[in-house]
């Protein structure tokens, strides 16, 4: 398809119907004024006397030196000037509107470097309130992790407060059961106090995570949970004592239980302190400030601009620098518009000088054409040597005119064709220009684009820290309530631990004091001591608790399970990446497949060669014409060293038929050195050679002209 219209230039070339009319009657006019010989003697009566030889030469030389053709050719040279003038004047107005064109162009790019600047400094104002989100994001993460620990020890703390309460009630029962047997002397308080203080000396220096410590403290409830059971039959077994020798220890039952309340009491309280630890108020303060400080740290360290990250401030930079530089070859563009209207204002005067000119010359011909309706220029034979001698000096002078103004004229034209090629220059200067304001302007739809994007980035992310903001005020009135809780705590620790400095004050004190059992008391002597035997068994359940463990632990040959399900983890994370990366693989040689096929039907329909590589190793490739009916191929060698290509044969079926492209080979490709150019002739004989009838319409083209 064809859209436009386009102006052929035989117009230009060729006179107008004005200029032929006005041509035609100066030829008439001219003829009028001064006929030839053979019309004046039809005209003119014969003179009475026979004129001399020497009037005849003179006439003759008259005639020949007027003659018509001289007159044509000025009143021809007068419509070239007034054609070229006119074309000078079509050249000079496109020349102005190139430059205002190009006028408009340059602020239109200013504009556009001023509204980059802008943009920049607008992206490096979010880019800096994005470096302060990002630091409240982090203390936010901090403060949740502070929080998740916070959670994770007080958890660990009602977890062991229950765990010491349970302890405490079984030690209870057991020391009723002691007393109510008369078990419970000084030795035996002895002992339970080296145990209590050699266990708290060895578990006092223990240094390992919070998550190790929550292990160990699910393990000790575990293990009290598999004991219970053997401790169940313990009690049965020493209520059935009791049943038997309740009559005898019902009198000293008040003063017993006093001190073993005393004696059991203790390791209460001190579960009560041990359960408490985790959350005391130093670590806490140490914590606290440890997270302030690491607040603090990433806020100083992250409210410069890190210029590596910001890669679009530096792209934008760029871009910023190659707009000066566009607008300075603009500005040039523009330098070299103003020489050319230069050049328009000194053509412009050159064309009045040619019009003045023009005026005279005209004028003289007018002249001429009075003189001649005058009958000046007869010549009687009473006309004198000197009227005779002045007339040809005038028409020498005229001569000489017409030959300067043919000079002017060539100097004209060489001028008219400088100028049109200076124009054609700017012309494609301006093509130029114009492709690149449509790039420019294509950029400048990108950047806009791109900045909607971040705005609206910019705006998620105001809304994000607006709710985060929310989230860190409930989270630091949690910390409040957490750190009143604690200060709570405290209170109650310093009263739990004053309580037992007085009740052991009370038990030093009653140990001093003798008691008196009075006669009615006897000895009963056993012959297993049952807290022994219930040690022995309790010993005996932590070694088999122990070697259970033990076995659960090791599994394949002493690999611990939890390496092994780590290993079996990573396993699968390796096997899903695995996974990904094939599907990933499949797919890009799906694209490439499909890239390839296109670029081979583009690269046929562009060129009209299908090119098809056999051996990639060698770099042989076969390539065939779509118009050539016989399928015939041209192979080619393509050297990866030296980058030469060899035409190894034109796929002919025998020598004696001769090669037909032949000709095309020795001047192509022998003289030129031209493989495409060679391709190109075989394309262009081969599509000659079809029938058009045949052909279908699948290659069109669409030429757009610019109004």
């Known amino acids: 398809m064809y859209h436009g219209g386009t102006v052929s230039d035989d117009d230009e070339d060729h006179s107008s119907e004005a200029t032929m009319n006005f041509n035609a009657k100066m030829t008439a006019k001219f003829r009028k004024a001064f006929p030839l010989r053979s019309e004046s003697n039809l005209r003119r009566p014969t003179p009475i006397a026979t004129p001399s030889l020497a ?11 007027f003659n018509t053709s001289t007159v044509n050719n000025t009143n021809a040279k007068l419509s070239e000037l007034r054609e070229e003038v006119v074309s000078l004047k079509r050249q000079l ?36 309130k994005q470096s302060h989100s990002m630091d409240i994001e982090n203390a936010k993460n901090e403060l949740n992790k502070v929080l998740h620990s916070r959670d994770e ?78 401790q169940e039959e313990v009690e049965k077994y020493m209520r059935s004592l009791t049943k038997k020798n309740a009559s005898d220890y019902d009198g000293n039952e008040d003063s017993d239980s006093n001190d073993t309340a005393m ?164 012309r494609r200067e301006r093509d130029a220009l114009l492709r690149k304001l449509d790039q420019i302007t294509a950029i400048n739809e990108d950047l806009k684009n791109s900045l909607y994007v971040e705005k609206e980035r910019c705006s998620d992310l105001t809304r994000t820290t607006e709710e985060k903001n929310s989230e860190l ?76 463990r033990k076995a659960e632990t090791t599994f394949d040959g002493g690999e611990p399970c939890e390496a092994k399900r780590a290993r079996e983890e990573h396993i699968s994370a390796l096997e899903a990446q695995l996974k990904k990366s094939e599907r990933e693989k499949e797919q890009t040689i799906r694209l490439q497949k499909d890239l390839a096929k296109k670029y081979r039907e583009i690269t046929t329909t562009l060129t009209g060669y299908q090119i098809k590589l056999k051996d990639a190793d060698e770099g042989i490739c076969y390539v065939n014409s779509v118009y050539d009916e016989t399928e015939k191929q041209f192979v080619f060698k393509f050297n990866t060293e030296s980058g030469i290509v060899d035409l190894l044969d034109v796929s002919q079926d025998s020598l004696s038929q001769g ?31 079809r029938n058009t009838e045949d052909v279908e319409r699948t290659h069109t083209f669409t030429v757009m002209q610019e109004h």
Not at 55 to 65: A, E, G, P
Not at 482 to 498: D, M, T
Not at 668 to 688: C, D, K, N, W
Request: glycine share 2%; proline share 2%.
């Open 153 to 230: 020890w007080r958890e660990a703390s009602t977890r062991f407060h229950r765990y010491f309460q349970c302890a405490k009630a079984r030690l209870i029962t057991a020391e009723n059961e002691l007393r109510r047997r008369g078990l419970l002397n000084e030795n035996m308080k002895m002992t339970l106090t080296h145990a209590w203080t050699a266990t708290e000396c060895n578990t006092q220096n223990i240094q390992d995570n919070l998550c190790d410590l929550l292990r160990n403290a699910s393990t000790t409830l575990e293990e009290l949970d598999r004991s219970s059971e053997e």
């Open 263 to 426: 004696i059991f009491e203790e390791p209460e309280e001190a579960v009560i302190r041990d359960s408490i630890s985790p959350i005391v108020p130093t670590s806490l303060e140490a914590e606290q400030s440890t997270m302030s400080e690491s607040i603090l740290n990433s806020t100083f360290a992250n409210t410069s601009i890190d210029y590596e990250k910001d890669e679009r401030i530096q792209r934008l930079e760029l871009e910023n620098s190659r707009m000066q530089d566009r607008l300075n070859l603009l500005r040039d563009r523009a330098q070299k518009s103003m020489l050319m209207e230069e050049q328009k204002n000194n053509a412009e005067q050159k064309y009045s000088l040619l019009e003045k000119n023009m005026e005279k010359i005209l004028a003289e011909h007018q002249s001429l054409q009075t003189a001649c309706a005058k009958k000046l220029f007869d010549f009687p034979e009473k006309t004198s040597q000197g009227r005779s001698t002045e007339i040809i000096k005038r028409i020498q002078d005229l001569n000489g005119n017409v030959e300067t103004l043919q000079e002017q004229l060539r100097g004209s034209r060489f001028e008219i064709e400088s100028s049109k090629k200076e124009i054609e220059a700017l």
């Open 659 to 689: 090669r037909p492209w032949e000709e095309e080979m020795q001047k192509y490709i022998g003289e030129r050195h031209s493989i495409p150019g060679f391709l190109a002739a075989v394309t262009l004989q081969l599509e000659a050679r």
């Open 473 to 548: 005020q409930t989270c630091q009135k949690e910390l409040s309530a957490v750190r009143s809780e604690i200060k709570v705590l405290e209170e109650k620790l310093v009263e739990a631990q004053s309580r037992t400095a007085h009740l052991e004050v009370q038990l030093r004190n009653a140990s001093r004091e003798p008691t008196d059992a009075g006669d009615e008391t006897q000895i009963i002597h056993l012959r297993n001591n049952p807290l022994q035997c219930a040690v022995d068994a309790y010993s005996e359940a932590e070694k088999e608790r122990l070697r259970k």
């Open 55 to 65: 009037q005849i030469s003179k006439r003759l030389n008259f005639d020949d030196s």
């Open 93 to 128: 107005n496109n020349a102005e509107n190139s430059i205002e064109r190009l006028k408009a162009s340059e602020k239109s790019a200013k504009d556009h470097a001023n509204q980059l600047q802008l943009e920049i400094s607008t992206l490096r104002k979010e880019l800096i």
